[in-house]
């Protein structure tokens, strides 16, 4: 169940940061991310590493974009001083969710996004979220890794010779 509601967070939270990606709004620096979710409904937060680099980016941004104009039917964003408001209305199989996000940061060391969303009626039982995610710049991506691919600490190694503590998964 927690794994579900995570999921419909970070849906929600992906969608609400959808037009802050745009080309008005500072590209992420090419290299390794750490990102932290916090959910207001989860225990713990959720950390990642991802390798990143501008082709990457873009074709997220491309995806994205063309799921929006899918699902939503409202994904305005705007700029208010050194932060970045998107608000979005979406539709998810028989529910809509109405989300908002405040962005901040310079994208080359950190960056912050607070995400609010409603969900009517209630999916997998959430009727709402709030998540905080946290990135920070580390550096160059990890000998071997491509961008796109994702860094869980913690998670077993997946195939790996040097037996690290963690799994690349490639999205």
């Not at 080309?23 to 290299?31: D, F, N």
């Not at 209305?89 to 409603?118: H, I, L, N, P, Q």
Request: proline residues 6%; hydrophobic residues 40%.
């Amino acid at each position: 169940m927690r794994s579900a509601a995570f999921s419909l967070v970070a849906f929600a939270v992906a969608l609400a940061a959808l037009p802050a990606q745009s080309q008005e709004h500072p590209k992420r620096k090419p290299g390794l991310w750490e990102i932290k979710a916090m959910s207001g409904t989860g225990p713990q937060a959720m950390v990642m590493q991802q390798c990143t680099d501008e082709a990457f980016e873009a074709q997220m941004l491309k995806e994205s974009l063309e799921q929006a104009k899918t699902l939503c039917s409202k994904n305005d964003m705007r700029r208010e001083g050194d932060k970045f408001v998107s608000e979005s209305v979406c539709k998810v199989g028989a529910s809509t969710m109405t989300s908002k996000s405040v962005t901040t940061g310079d994208f080359a060391r950190a960056y912050r996004v607070e995400a609010t969303s409603s969900i009517s009626p209630p999916m997998a039982g959430q009727k709402g979220s709030s998540t905080v995610i946290e990135a920070r710049w580390l550096g160059p991506c990890l000998p071997g890794q491509k961008p796109g691919a994702m860094v869980m600490p913690g998670m077993p190694a997946a195939k790996s010779k040097k037996k690290k503590k963690h799994r690349l998964v490639t999205i």
